[in-house]
């Protein structure tokens, strides 16, 4: 039996110890990035784990990437800036009937790595991180130019041979560029790119949230003001008009699954097009992750997802199926089944966590209980 049909079977039985190796894994190639974008960690010193993944690593990751269905090579930092991004696009560790995504912001492509990527023989998705569809706008938000991105946008779509790589384009939503939204899908459109992605800013707690305050061509980011649900309205009508608007093109479009995306009962009264809306109606037993993803740090720690607040492992000291399996990870999908937020989870920001009660089961449990399940 493959991979995939194991963990179907083990996900729907929601079993705590699982034979399945995860199906999507995210290897973080790097934690360094050129860019110091506003509502990132980087644009506050805030990553304190500034490497690149050494290439044993990677080595030790080849019996999940060899079965994975989905790979993503990304994390906090920009994968094109990382040697160990380039060994892996090469190294043939990669399951070849999987999908392969990666976030870039685009800056640091010369011909060379474009041909790379072109070449690499794999189902790869190239998710450019835009934000803007304004020149203005980007260099406010993201510090860089925005020129360059388009112009390497053009030059991968023009030398690709078939399907592959594919291109995308994402904008993170928030007061300073909602309202650029549907010239953002119009801009995709005239680029010839394949589709866009739109989501918002994660809704942090308070504290995480103050500690972004950043000052930059004449323009303060505030991450707690500029969150768009302090601006419900204004984020859905937005919002429908640029779905009605992609539709209009026949652009592809995805809104977030994991967080929510209309803040208004009717937001989505206009979404009657070809374009999944996700549900705001889940609780932590919803989430299949614990059961699905394994994302790997450039340090070697592991969570069970991207939205996780604590480390499940590290490769360093043990192997990815060691750790699939470990206590933590059994708890974790022990609380899953029976909808209580584990400690791993606590102050994540999917959607999943974020409909529940605040306090969770485990989190009530003492010190004792925490030591013993290691968190």
Not at 5 to 14: G, K, Y
Not at 18 to 41: A, D, F, H, K, Y
Not at 354 to 375: D, T
Request: hydrophobic share 40%; net charge negative; with cysteine.
């Amino acid at each position: 039996m493959q991979n995939r049909e194991i963990c179907d079977r083990e996900l729907a039985a929601q079993n705590t110890i699982i034979e399945s190796l995860p199906i999507q894994v995210s290897v973080e190639t790097t934690s360094i990035c050129n860019l110091r974008c506003v509502m990132c960690g980087h644009a506050i010193g805030d990553v304190k784990r500034l490497k690149h993944m050494p290439n044993d690593q990677i080595e030790s990751l080849r019996p999940a990437l060899k079965v994975a269905d989905s790979v993503q090579l990304h994390g906090i930092g920009e994968p094109t800036a990382s040697p160990s991004f380039w060994k892996i696009m090469e190294s043939g560790y990669i399951n070849p009937d999987a999908d392969v995504n990666v976030n870039s912001n685009f800056t640091l492509l010369n011909d060379k790595k474009i041909d790379t990527l072109v070449n690499s023989h794999l189902k790869l998705s190239l998710n450019v991180s835009t934000d803007a569809a304004r020149p203005d706008t980007y260099a406010k938000i993201r510090g860089a130019d925005l020129q360059v991105v388009l112009d390497n946008i053009r030059k991968v779509i023009s030398r690709r041979k078939g399907k592959y790589p594919e291109i995308f384009m994402n904008m993170t939503l928030m007061r300073q560029n909602i309202e650029e939204v549907v010239e953002f899908v119009e801009l995709a459109h005239e680029l010839g790119v394949d589709r866009v992605f739109l989501w918002h800013l994660n809704h942090w707690d308070d504290a995480t949230m103050a500690k972004y305050k950043i000052d930059r061509d004449g323009w303060r980011f505030d991450y707690a003001e500029q969150g768009l649900w302090n601006y419900p309205d204004l984020s859905d009508r937005y919002m429908n008009m640029a779905v009605k608007r992609a539709s209009e093109l026949k652009m592809p479009l995805y809104l977030d699954q994991n967080k929510v995306v209309f803040f208004n009962a009717d937001g989505n009264a206009e979404t009657e097009h070809e374009i999944e809306v996700p549900s705001s109606d889940v609780s932590v037993k919803d989430c299949a992750y614990p059961w699905r993803w394994a994302l790997v740090t450039s340090s070697g720690a592991v969570r069970p997802c991207c939205y996780a607040t604590k480390d499940v492992g590290d490769i360093n000291t043990d192997s990815i199926a060691d750790i699939w399996n470990n206590k933590i990870m059994q708890s974790l999908r022990a609380s899953v089944r029976a909808n209580r937020v584990h400690p791993v989870c606590e102050g994540a920001s999917c959607k999943f966590v974020q409909q529940m009660p605040k306090q969770s089961w485990l989190g009530r449990l003492g010190s004792r209980a925490r030591e013993v399940l290691g968190v």
